[in-house]
């Protein structure tokens, strides 16, 4: 007996047509003699509308509250999917996170799930019935409804797979699965069959929309089996496994990029010890999440210019922050810049390969493309470069990795 | 300390702009000093919409999954009305039915408080918290969530009142109180200062929909103080009390109109022992509820012609029910007639008052209407006549009573 549990999201429930659709599919699941558990996601929209309600009363509201409010949407569709799979004569009720429980911590519209009671579920599942859990919802400590922050349902689904001991956890979204690059960009992209989760973590980090990156940390840590797969057609998708199943090793698996990049250059910083942690503690306080730095060699050991990149909905906090210690850090100039692209070479096999950046700088070398900033991981390496050589470089790096479909 | 629940009802909370104007009103009682609990319904058109959804996926869906969905209405009122209370700086905090808890029976879709846990409640309120519940719902014997058919905020409220042991129960509504007659059609009908339970009750069995028969009826068990008025005003409303309270008694208090009314006549059944019951009996197992009922006397002991009234959205179940034990029955045909309303005339003061009914049958043989069916109760009298006489019949009455207003 295989289990599963089958994740939708809002696209795939969109509507009521969706949430038939989506009981077909999963009737052919019954029918092939699985034991399934589905996780949904709000109807596309609803989650925005109850969060338009909230911040209309007060834009400072209680996250408490708020979680009542929007935990809401995703307790419908729990509902209105298993009223569908009953009238195809498949037996199903819904669990709300509270009723199960999933356990999360107090952080209201943003908590982590710390624990999940499997045992009535899995008694339901071995009687034959299906079960239908509202994403992205749990209980708190104090047994108030608690929320995971948007996109949730992800981490909701992986979370309840590895509870269940589940076979493979099923994604279901609007693509077929992850590619080795944009196909909307790279005509000659393709599907990957097979991908590593630490893969599926550095591209999620980079932009890769797909998966939520607390997902992929849940999986890869309970060796959760994922599969991304589109609701929309009915071609396999792409697997998200451990790196011993994946055999034959691919050089680099994908090249993503993420327009989210904001570069702050800071002119002439006095070079002194200790200046790197005086400039990143007020921004870490601040919440800014600083990415790749660069720290160019002072010409005459006595100032420096210092750049780095942050995400763009956080510059204008990270520009606040540092004009307030501008006397404490002693820098000439600040200077900051959107027109930047952060381009990523991804792939396990780069652990046993030498020359992967070496072959990446002297392409984009080859084609023009000046890179400003580097940054590198055990599986990844990333640019910084100029935004309108976006597509030019995923292009011709997807070639020169020999990603290219035949 | 005064205690206080007050419930909102749809229009109440119709909107975000409503919901701000509820939490004002609110503040007004915190001010005053008051411990307040709020009970809420949907916004206006949300549970319509959400069993619109349930309706398009199975007109015949299981009860258990329907309350999950409908029960939301209700929850997303609830927190977004503790944001407005604490937007203005009040303390406040909601809670859902199965957090309370408000248990319930079995029957969901149209379940029944079986009892409220008001200790943690209570200690809420002590501590200067206001505390909103949603109303409409709760949790069934397996903890499950369970919803107490339409209306039933008004019952969630009550019910909640007595368990708070509160000094009042205001249902904050869309109209000003109870009047003795509808305002609509008798231009001199005044708003009544008070009313007892039993003639509400009696008001609310006959289309005065201000109220749920069923709240009413707790609120009369529990001796719950109840107040109707305006959310839309700041009008006193109309108190709902025991009779003790209502020191001048009225001599009647209202006169209401039901047009929800059908009549049938089976003509010529025979006229053995027994045939009442072989009639009412499937009608009652056919879940038709039959109101008044009049039986001719037989001219020749043998047969004779029964008429009775049934509520028109039962009409045709009832027709088919007849028609099924037709042999059985024995009647000669079958009649029903739409074109009836049911006048009532209420009020305590007619316990002690002999000539209610006489004056009523003289009225209405005054103005030329015909009565076709009575029945009384002992604060009640109520006759059948042909709708177009409703208007006419409506305003005689409420002048020969004494209710028209100076």
Chains 1, 2 share one sequence.
């Not at 199960?100 to 209201?108: C, E, F, K, S």
Request: proline share 2%.
């Amino acid at each position: 007996m295989t289990r599963l549990v089958l994740k939708f999201g809002g696209t795939s429930v969109g509507d009521i047509e969706r949430i038939k659709a989506v009981a077909l599919r999963v009737k052919s699941e019954v029918d092939a003699g699985n034991e399934i558990a589905i996780v949904v996601s709000a109807m596309s929209g609803v989650t925005n509308r109850l969060i338009g309600y909230v911040n209309e009363i007060a834009p400072l509201y209680d996250a408490r509250e708020y979680d009542i409010v929007v935990s809401s949407g995703e307790q419908i569709t729990s509902g209105l999917l298993t009223i569908a799979l009953q009238e195809l004569g498949i037996p199903a009720r819904s669990w709300q996170g509270w009723q199960i429980p999933v356990y999360t911590d107090d952080a209201h519209g943003k908590a982590r799930i710390r624990s999940i009671s499997g045992e009535e579920v899995i008694k339901s599942l071995q009687a034959g019935t299906v079960v239908v859990v509202p994403g992205f919802q749990g209980v708190g400590p104090d047994g108030s409804v608690s929320t995971l922050g948007r996109g949730g349902s992800d981490t909701s689904a992986v979370a309840l797979a590895a509870a269940l001991d589940a076979d493979r956890c099923d994604i279901y979204t609007d693509v077929e699965g992850i590619y080795t690059a944009d196909p909307r960009i790279v005509a000659k992209a393709h599907k990957l069959e097979k991908i590593t989760h630490e893969e599926m973590l550095e591209m999620a980090s980079v932009g890769a929309k797909v998966l939520q990156t607390r997902a992929v940390e849940i999986a890869m840590k309970h060796g959760v089996r994922l599969q991304v797969l589109s609701s929309f057609t009915n071609k396999p998708g792409t697997l998200v496994v451990d790196e011993d199943e994946v055999v034959e090793q691919e050089f680099v698996s994908g090249i993503a990029y993420s327009r989210d990049e904001a570069k702050i250059t800071l002119v002439k910083v006095s070079d002194r010890p200790g200046v790197a942690a005086r400039i990143f503690g007020p921004l870490a306080d601040a919440s800014v999440n600083v990415d790749m730095i660069v720290q160019n060699v002072s010409d005459d050991g006595k100032a420096t210019d210092l750049t780095f990149t942050v995400t763009r909905s956080d510059l204008e906090r990270a520009i606040e922050t540092l004009n307030q210690n501008k006397n404490d850090l002693g820098y000439e100039d600040l200077r900051s810049d959107l027109n930047v692209v952060k381009i990523s070479v991804i792939g396990v096999g780069m652990r046993s390969h030498a020359g992967v950046a070496q072959r990446m700088f002297k392409c984009l070398g080859d084609e023009g493309v000046n890179v400003q900033v580097i940054s590198t991981s055990e599986i990844k390496v990333s640019v910084l470069i100029a935004e309108e050589f976006t597509e030019r470089a995923v292009r011709a790096l997807h070639t020169v990795y020999g990603l290219d479909a035949e």
